[in-house]
């Protein structure tokens, strides 16, 4: 079932399916490499899960997490550091959606700074339309038309992230005990 207020973008099936395609990939080139997969909170936890659980092969997991400031949210700063330090390993940084790619641009900047032999991004969502810096993922799920994503760990203003499905939030069709909020 679907609030109101979100439309239907990918079934729990077909996210199931390509997070299989995409832990895969991720094996056939690193299932020698034991890399180090840095997941940025707070969206990517349940596809950084779903990933890790599908590659057999020994890893390493860490987050970090950043903070935007300024009056555009375009400033970035790290707000949590990894625990271990990406010096001379493979580095696969998962995330739910990659979108601006500012904070992508900061991250993979940060490890590839800090020593990391390679350094790959494996994305669940991308979101070109939205690209304000030029960065592509490696690895991508599905790309989504101009939309705010949630569900399946992504969240608008910490609501939805528990729907086992993505679909695009709809702000304007959303319902409060049967009033219409305007905006």
Known sequence: MYPEDVEALLTEQQITRRVDELAQQLLEKYHDKNPMFVGILGSCYVFMADVIRRFAAPCTVEFLAVSHYGPDHEGVVLAKDVGMAPMGRHVVVLEALLD?????????????????????????????????????????????????????GLDNQDRFRNLPYIGAYHPETEQTHGTEVSN
């Not at 790619?101 to 800090?114: A, D, I, K, S």
């Open 100 to 152: 601006t790619g500012r904070t992508m641009t900061f991250v993979t900047n940060l490890l590839q700074h800090r020593g990391a032999a390679s350094l790959e991004v494996c994305t669940l969502l991308d979101q070109p339309s939205h690209r304000q810096a030029p960065i592509e993922a490696d690895y991508v799920g599905f790309s989504i038309p101009a939309c705010i994503p949630v569900g399946y």
